[in-house]
C-alpha cells in the first residue's frame, strides 16, 4: 500500500479542491481577456494563479507525504520547466501553449475549413475544442507509449519516481512538441477562432497541473469526464499494464471510447510506485534527459531491454 499522508482534509476541502482550482484559474483569463491583455498574458498569469493555488494545498494537504519532500529532484524539475522552456521561447508548458495559441488562431484563420460553429455560447465552443483537440492529443501520446521510436521522447516525463505539480513540466523539447502538435492541428482544420482557443489553452494549463498534483481531493463522478490526478498517478504508474492507459491529458473522453480507461474501485490511493521499471538508471538529471532519444538503443542496453520494449 503506497503511504498516504496522515493529513485528512476536511470533506469540503476534498470536494472544492478541483472546482475552486479551475474556477479561478478561469475567472483570471476571463477577467485578463476582458481587458485586452494578450493571449500569453491570459494563459500564464491564469496559470500562474493555479500554480499558487496547486502549491499552496500541497504543502496544507499532500496526498501522499513521501512524495511532499524533494529527493534530489526539485533542481531537475526547475531546469525542465525554465530552461526547456526558456529554449522554446517560453515557459513551462503555459509557453508552449502561449506560442501555439497565436500561431493556431492566425493558420486556423486562413486555411482552416470554416467549419467552426461560432454562434454557440463560448462555454460549448470551449468544451469542443476540448474534444477536437483531445482526439488528436490522446493518439499522439498513446504512440508515444506503444511505439519505441516515439516512446523515447515521452520516457522522460515518466522518468521522476514521485508526482507533484512542478514535474508536470518535465519533458523533453520534442515530446512536448508531438503532445501539442495533434490537437493544434486539427483546431487549425477547423477553423477554431482566438477566444475559444484561448479559454481551451487555459483549461488545458490548469488541467495539466491538478493532474499532477499531489493534493489529496476527491472528484467522485467527475473522474469520467477530466483526465483528474487519481486518474493520471496510474498513468504514471511503473507497472506496464497499469501505465498504458488514461492517455487523455484534459478530458477522459477518448479513453473511455477506445477501451484505455483504467481506475480501479476503491483505490484512489493510486499505485504503489511511480517510474521506469525498465529503465532503472534512466538519465535523471536535466541535460541528461535531452539526450535520452539519440543515446536511446545505449540506454535500454545498459538497463537490459529489448529494441521493442515501452512502458
Ligand atoms: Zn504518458
Same mark, same amino acid.
Given at each position: 500500500?503506497?503511504?498516504l499522508s496522515d493529513?485528512n482534509?476536511?470533506?469540503?476541502?476534498r470536494?472544492?479542491?478541483?472546482?475552486?482550482?479551475?474556477?479561478?484559474?478561469?475567472?483570471?483569463?476571463?477577467?485578463?481577456w *476582458?481587458s485586452?491583455?494578450?493571449t500569453?498574458?491570459?494563459i500564464?498569469?491564469?496559470?500562474l494563479?493555479?500554480?499558487?493555488t496547486?502549491?499552496?494545498?500541497?504543502?496544507?494537504y499532500?496526498?501522499r507525504?513521501?512524495?511532499?519532500?524533494?529527493?534530489?529532484d526539485v533542481?531537475?524539475d !526547475?531546469a525542465?520547466?525554465?530552461?526547456?522552456?526558456? +529554449? /522554446?521561447r *517560453?515557459? /513551462?508548458?503555459?509557453?508552449?501553449?502561449?506560442?501555439?495559441?497565436?500561431?493556431?488562431?492566425?493558420?486556423?484563420?486562413?486555411y482552416?475549413?470554416?467549419?467552426?460553429?461560432a454562434? /454557440?455560447?463560448?462555454?460549448?465552443?470551449?468544451?469542443?475544442?476540448?474534444?477536437?483537440?483531445?482526439?488528436?492529443?490522446?493518439?499522439v501520446?498513446?504512440?508515444?507509449?506503444?511505439?519505441?521510436?516515439?516512446?523515447?521522447?515521452? +520516457?522522460?516525463?515518466?522518468s521522476?519516481?514521485? !508526482?507533484?505539480?512542478?514535474?508536470?513540466g518535465r519533458?523533453?523539447?520534442l515530446?512536448?512538441?508531438?503532445?501539442?502538435?495533434?490537437?493544434?492541428l486539427?483546431?487549425?482544420?477547423?477553423?477554431?477562432? +482566438?477566444e475559444?482557443?484561448?479559454y481551451?489553452?487555459?483549461?488545458e494549463?490548469?488541467?495539466?497541473?491538478i493532474?499532477?498534483?499531489?493534493? $489529496?481531493?476527491?472528484?467522485?463522478w467527475?473522474d469520467? !469526464?477530466?483526465?483528474? +490526478?487519481?486518474?493520471?498517478?496510474?498513468?504514471?504508474?511503473?507497472r506496464?499494464?497499469?501505465?498504458?492507459?488514461?492517455?487523455?491529458?484534459?478530458?477522459i473522453?477518448?479513453? /473511455?471510447?477506445?477501451?484505455?480507461y483504467?481506475?480501479?474501485?476503491? $483505490?484512489?490511493?493510486?499505485?504503489? $510506485?511511480?517510474?521506469?521499471?525498465?529503465?532503472?538508471?534512466?538519465?535523471?538529471?536535466?541535460?541528461?534527459?535531452?539526450?535520452?532519444?539519440? $543515446?536511446?538503443?545505449?540506454?535500454?542496453?545498459?538497463?537490459?531491454?529489448?529494441?521493442?520494449?515501452?512502458?
Amino acid at each position: 500500500m503506497p503511504a498516504l499522508s496522515d493529513r485528512n482534509p476536511p470533506a469540503l476541502f476534498r470536494w472544492l479542491f478541483f472546482p475552486v482550482t479551475m474556477a479561478l484559474g478561469f475567472t483570471a483569463a476571463h477577467h485578463l481577456w *476582458e481587458s485586452g491583455q494578450n493571449t500569453s498574458s491570459v494563459i500564464g498569469l491564469a496559470s500562474l494563479v493555479a500554480i499558487a493555488t496547486i502549491a499552496l494545498c500541497e504543502r496544507i494537504y499532500p496526498h501522499r507525504q513521501d512524495w511532499a519532500t524533494g529527493k534530489g529532484d526539485v533542481p531537475t524539475d !526547475i531546469a525542465h520547466n525554465f530552461v526547456t522552456g526558456y +529554449a /522554446l521561447r *517560453e515557459w /513551462l508548458k503555459i509557453g508552449i501553449l502561449m506560442s501555439v495559441v497565436p500561431f493556431v488562431a492566425a493558420l486556423s484563420q486562413r486555411y482552416g475549413l470554416a467549419l467552426w460553429p461560432a454562434s /454557440l455560447p463560448m462555454p460549448l465552443q470551449v468544451a469542443l475544442a476540448a474534444v477536437v483537440s483531445e482526439s488528436g492529443g490522446y493518439w499522439v501520446h498513446r504512440i508515444q507509449h506503444e511505439r519505441d521510436f516515439f516512446w523515447r521522447f515521452h +520516457a522522460v516525463h515518466h522518468s521522476p519516481h514521485r !508526482i507533484y505539480w512542478l514535474n508536470a513540466g518535465r519533458d523533453h523539447p520534442l515530446g512536448m512538441v508531438l503532445d501539442y502538435s495533434g490537437g493544434a492541428l486539427l483546431l487549425i482544420l477547423c477553423g477554431a477562432p +482566438a477566444e475559444p482557443l484561448v479559454y481551451f489553452y487555459v483549461f488545458e494549463s490548469v488541467m495539466g497541473l491538478i493532474q499532477h498534483a499531489n493534493v $489529496r481531493h476527491n472528484m467522485g463522478w467527475l473522474d469520467y !469526464i477530466f483526465s483528474s +490526478a487519481v486518474l493520471h498517478r496510474w498513468h504514471h504508474s511503473d507497472r506496464i499494464e497499469e501505465a498504458n492507459n488514461n492517455y487523455g491529458s484534459s478530458l477522459i473522453l477518448w479513453d /473511455l471510447v477506445f477501451g484505455t480507461y483504467y481506475n480501479p474501485p476503491g $483505490r484512489d490511493e493510486g499505485p504503489e $510506485r511511480i517510474g521506469l521499471v525498465s529503465l532503472q538508471d534512466f538519465p535523471q538529471r536535466f541535460w541528461g534527459a535531452w539526450t535520452v532519444p539519440f $543515446r536511446w538503443a545505449a540506454i535500454k542496453q545498459a538497463n537490459g531491454v529489448l529494441p521493442s520494449s515501452a512502458n
